[in-house]
């Protein structure tokens, strides 16, 4: 039989089978496993519209340098200009629409029996109605095992017809017999794609990618490809599959619903190769293959499977919850799963304390550094689960209040990703990626965040729905998990969003209440986008007495808005709703970190640094000056920081014994600008007495910071390491968060000793020079404050959240 004479007793088939009674049947069937699959087919909607099928025919005209005719607005504005503007001429740049010839092709042999066939089942829906709803409906489709079957001609609309002729008895039905005829099915879907007009042409084989005859499938797949055919096997399943060895382009995905993410990835990166996802050990896989969902019969009809195919799937979700030891394997291709985070900053003039604190958590959470203490989170992830390849993309908005003289209220910095210029840096790629792109993004990215400065904003209020809204709107969003932090000390326009008593004693400035309902909107409008996008935000607010009532007015609109889009989606997927208490919706897209405390009704947030410092004999002269030099830039720093307020010192000095300098704690302002020397011997353990005195002191609003340094060594570091344990285990019982420093000064300081009195909680600072430990100094009172909790925070959220997608929802 010819493939012309095939195609003819198909075209008669349909003209037959349209007045069968089943049709409308099987149309019930086939809408039915669309709606259960809804959610899958938006999101492969979105990847084929990006990556696989973009517009390949440009519909409208623009002006340009050159081109076949004049562009009237273009001569216009040049006459005008008197010439200086050039683009005269009139191209089709512009708009867009797709012309594109598809052929599915699946797999229906015995080796496709049971669970590989349920896959491509629902692969088939999720791609057929995908193409569908983007205008591309004809396409042509063919089955294949012992016999080459064609269902649907790639010049006929995707009809009831169709759906019939694919679920009519015995169309798909594994049999006895073990050749897969996948050779022909190739060269007769090449066949069909070469009578089309469109340049473009494209053919998906949904198989296990066994075949009886590798040789003629090998030369149907050059021939296909010679032809300018794109040809992607895909195998979709638990079971083994082999596609990565007979297709060129493949990839291979454990479950269906992960099928946007693979298409995303082959044509996000270089072409020549893909990624397949294994799934756990071979004792779990073969777990899954005993469970009842995986056995699958050839007496089951394919109207059986699509009724039951998202059940099934279910089960196999809630099973693998259960596993956590999964694993993303790569075939040929880097297939990293990608973490968007954006670091939206409030530059305003009342965050000139914290901000200095916030550019570098930023660094250290995006960067990271070389130390095992200092990787960033895509480092830890990696460290967590070695083999897999996690790709950072970071953007960078800085916003301000748009009540501001010459203030420009918001600015995304540009980045670039895979040289394209965008919302995003790519800052962390698999090992395929050039290091010079590598370096210019970190470089770039590191340039921008230095640049932020806190400058205007006039009232304490600021317009922070506006930068939310922008991020939301973002095109370029393609994370397997998205974050956006947001760090600001004030809450938007709008007394509904203020405290009471902020807004008794004026401090909120702009507290009108017709700006709440404005404030309000575009807060809904805002995390509409970004829920819809699955973007979840941290709000890291630098003064939570100013921000509480807004973060539970957030909070509130984020339940409201959140549970009418899952209402919607499962609507629109045809499951019944299932209700979620507002606290879980709540804590699903918005979560407050508070990074630093401050006294109620202040604006600024203070710390309580206690400085335990050596003055024995080895520290007389020169380290002592070198020491007063460090401990005068350490106030100077916190003093330029926060303009004089905020913070309380404690000052404890030691050699055999210690004494407490001055009030047990005072203001910043007040602390002594010289230190009186004594000289002795050197006891590390009534220093900490004395530290942990003062730190019983601090004020429930202030953040406690030792500081202890030393030159020498003393035989009860272990009694002051444990004084250290204590001082944690006292402040965690509080929920009050304590940094330790301790310096070794000097080549003589015994530094495994020091390193202990710090604790694993602590860090360990080495400074052999005086210039070494100015530098120190400067440094922690640059990083002081809770805000060093923040890569805890939000590093571990992230790294649990990326985690979770990994073992669970990316599969």
Not at 345 to 356: A, E, F, I, N, R
Request: proline residues 3%; glycine residues 8%; aromatic residues 8%.
């Amino acid at each position: 039989i010819t493939v012309d004479s095939e195609i003819h007793c198909t075209e008669e088939f349909l003209k037959k089978i349209s007045l069968w009674d089943s049709t409308n049947d099987a149309q019930r069937i086939w809408i039915g496993a669309s709606k259960k699959l809804r959610s899958t087919i938006n999101e492969l909607v979105s990847a084929f519209e990006d990556f696989v099928f973009p517009f390949n025919i440009h519909t409208r005209r623009k002006p340009d340098f050159k081109g076949s005719q004049f562009h009237l607005q273009g001569l216009m504005k040049a006459e005008i200009t008197d010439f200086t503007y050039k683009k005269i001429y009139s191209t089709k740049s512009a708009g867009g629409m797709r012309d594109y010839s598809v052929c599915i092709l699946v797999d229906v042999s015995q080796s496709m029996d049971g669970h590989l066939l349920h896959s491509a089942l629902e692969s088939l829906v999720l791609i057929a109605e995908s193409l569908v709803e983007m205008k591309l409906g004809e396409f042509g489709l063919i089955l294949f095992g012992s016999n080459v079957q064609l269902i649907k001609d790639a010049s006929q609309v995707w009809s009831k017809e169709h759906i019939l002729s694919l679920l009519a008895p015995g169309r798909i039905q594994c049999t006895d017999h073990t050749s897969t005829r996948d050779g022909e099915a190739i060269k007769l879907g090449s066949y069909i794609l070469q009578k089309t007009s469109s340049k473009l042409k494209k053919m998906i084989v949904l198989t296990d990618g066994f075949s009886s005859n590798g040789k003629e499938t090998l030369l149907s797949l050059k021939r296909a490809r010679d032809a300018g055919i794109d040809v992607i096997g895909v195998g979709v399943g638990m079971c083994k599959t082999n596609v990565q060895d007979l297709y060129h382009n493949w990839i291979s995905a454990a479950l269906p619903r992960a099928l946007p993410s693979a298409f995303r990835e082959l044509y996000s990166t270089d072409r020549d190769s893909m990624a397949f996802i294994q799934v756990g050990s071979n004792k779990e896989i073969n777990t899954w293959r005993k469970a009842e969902m995986l056995k699958g019969t050839p007496s089951e009809s394919v109207a059986s499977i699509l009724r039951d195919s998202t059940d099934r799937f279910d089960e196999l979700q809630s099973l693998m919850k259960d596993c956590r030891e999964l694993s993303l394997v790569r075939g040929n291709c880097p297939g990293a799963i990608i973490v968007d985070l954006v670091f939206v900053v409030d530059c305003t003039g009342s965050m000139k304390p914290m901000l200095s604190k916030i550019k570098s958590d930023i660094h250290s959470i995006a960067i990271g550094g070389n130390t095992k203490e200092s990787m960033s989170i895509i480092q830890r992830v990696e460290e967590k689960f070695p083999g897999n390849k996690i790709q950072m993309r970071c953007g960078l908005v800085e916003f301000r209040d748009t009540c501001g003289d010459d203030i420009v209220p918001l600015k995304v910095h540009e980045g670039r990703d895979a040289g394209v210029a965008g919302n995003f840096f790519n800052l962390a790629y698999d090992s395929e990626t050039k290091t010079e792109e590598v370096a210019g993004q970190r470089a770039a990215f590191e340039e921008a965040l230095q640049t932020l400065q806190a400058h205007g904003g006039g009232d304490l209020a600021e317009d922070l729905p506006v930068p939310l809204l922008r991020i939301g709107n973002w095109m370029d969003w393609k994370g397997q998990a998205r974050f956006v932090l947001l760090f600001t000390d004030a809450p938007p326009h709008g007394s509904d969003f203020h405290s009471q008593d902020f807004i008794a004693k004026g401090i909120m400035g702009d507290s009108a209440a017709e700006r709440s309902a404005k404030t309000t909107k575009e807060f809904e409008t805002a995390f509409n986008a970004l829920i819809s996008k699955n973007v979840k935000t941290f709000l890291c607010t630098c003064n939570n007495h100013a921000t509480d009532t807004m973060f539970k007015r957030m909070q509130r609109i984020v339940v409201k808005i959140g549970t009418e889009i899952e209402k919607f989606k499962a609507t629109a997927e045809g499951r019944p709703e299932r209700a979620r208490p507002s606290k879980e919706i709540a804590e699903d897209y918005l979560k407050e970190i508070r990074i630093f405390q401050v006294p109620s009704g202040s604006t600024v947030p203070g710390m309580h640094v206690i400085f335990i410092l050596d003055d024995s004999g080895s520290m007389s002269g020169s380290p002592w000056n070198d020491l007063t030099l460090a401990y005068k830039a350490f106030l100077r720093k916190r003093v330029s920081d926060q303009g004089g307020q905020g913070d309380m010192v404690s000052i404890v000095i030691f050699n055999s014994s210690s004494r407490i300098v001055g009030p047990i704690i005072q203001p910043i302002k007040n602390a002594p600008k010289h230190l009186d020397y004594n000289g002795g011997g050197t006891c590390f353990l009534p220093a900490m007495l004395d530290g942990e005195k003062c730190l019983n002191e601090t004020p429930l609003n202030k953040c406690p910071v030792v500081v202890f340094m030393s030159d020498g060594e003393s035989d009860d570091y272990e009694q002051a390491a444990d004084v250290s344990l204590r001082m944690f285990a006292n402040c965690d019982a509080k929920n009050v968060s304590l940094q330790i420093h301790t310096i070794a000064f000097g080549s003589g300081a015994k530094r495994d000793a020091l390193k202990k009195v710090a604790t694993r909680r602590g860090k360990f600072h080495n400074a052999p020079t005086g210039f070494d430990l100015q530098e120190t100094f400067k440094v922690i009172a640059a990083n002081a404050g809770p805000s060093d909790t923040i890569f805890k925070e939000v590093g571990s959220r992230i790294a649990e959240a990326v985690t979770d997608k990994l073992t669970i929802e990316y599969f």
